[in-house]
């Protein structure tokens, strides 16, 4: 995933709640492995844990009417993918070209309940040359 800039608008709240630099922040998501607890919200979105509680940032208190398809967010101990475009209300701290949902695959859910998921560091140009957009 892409962390930070255009892909995470609140990479800097989470590294101030933190007290930690932003490149903490992403050394600190980017090491653990999540497992995936349970799918909801919206078809595809994947509830991740446990959040190490240094990062372990509060929901938004207003939620955004928009949030793009790949947001990646932390929401307290929870992370978790926007498998497509929807409101939201979590601190987004990167984007994924990653598909968590997708009808035109024959199984359209990529993430199962129990399965383990590590996010890995992308630079904005790997990002944009993925066309996520598609």
Request: aromatic letters at 10%.
């Amino acid at each position: 995933m892409c962390y930070g800039g255009e892909c995470g608008p609140d990479l800097p709240s989470v590294a101030a709640f933190a007290g930690l630099a932003e490149r903490d922040v992403i050394e600190i998501h980017a090491s653990a492995t999540y497992q995936v607890l349970m799918l909801g919200f919206t078809p595809g979105f994947a509830y991740m844990g446990l959040v190490d509680a240094r990062i372990a940032a509060p929901r938004l208190s207003t939620p955004r009417p928009r949030v793009a398809r790949g947001s990646v967010g932390i929401a307290k101990e929870q992370t978790g993918i926007y498998p497509s475009e929807t409101p939201g209300g979590w601190q987004l701290i990167g984007r994924t070209p990653l598909r968590p949902f997708d009808v035109s695959r024959a199984d359209p859910f990529l993430f199962r309940a129990g399965d383990t998921v590590q996010f890995v560091p992308m630079s904005q140009r790997e990002f944009d040359a993925r066309d996520c957009s598609r």
